[in-house]
């Protein structure tokens, strides 16, 4: 079983920025499609972006795109989200997630994440 802990989050003005990151430990997360997902209070979890095994493809919500950076480094098994021009509908918990089978779609549903982290708060002041 694998173990997520995401950092990094926090609060920010609009327009600032936060870099994510996810610790993986337990096992390997090198051969895995990794995501980042957000919950806002009174509202459902929801996709944000995901990261093939070899970081090579990302995929990001259109809500992100442009903003946001997925990125990982198999090396560290950490998994990060750069946020630049942070806006207030972009508060939310934020959290990691690993895939149950090696090599997957990253346009696969939230059904299809295995392990989650426990989250970390980033809230976005105007």
């Known amino acids: 079983q694998v173990q997520l802990v995401e950092s990094g989050g926090g609060l920010v003005q609009a327009g600032g920025s936060l870099r994510l990151s996810c610790a993986a430990s337990g096992r390997t997360v090198s051969d895995y499609v990794m995501g980042w997902f957000r919950q806002a209070p009174g509202k459902e979890r929801e996709f944000v972006a995901a990261?093939?095994?070899?970081?090579?493809?990302?995929r990001y919500a259109d809500s992100v795109k442009g903003r946001f950076t997925i990125s990982r480094d198999n090396a560290e098994s950490t998994v990060y989200l750069r946020m630049n021009s942070l806006k207030p509908e972009d508060t939310a918990e934020y959290y990691c997630?690993?895939?149950?089978?090696?090599?997957?779609?990253?346009?696969?549903?939230?059904?299809?994440?295995?392990?989650w982290g426990q989250g970390t708060q980033v809230t976005v002041s105007s």
């Open positions: 990261i093939n095994w070899n970081g090579r493809i990302t």
């Open positions: 997630a690993v895939q149950k089978r090696p090599y997957g779609n990253l346009w696969s549903t939230q059904s299809d994440f295995g392990s």
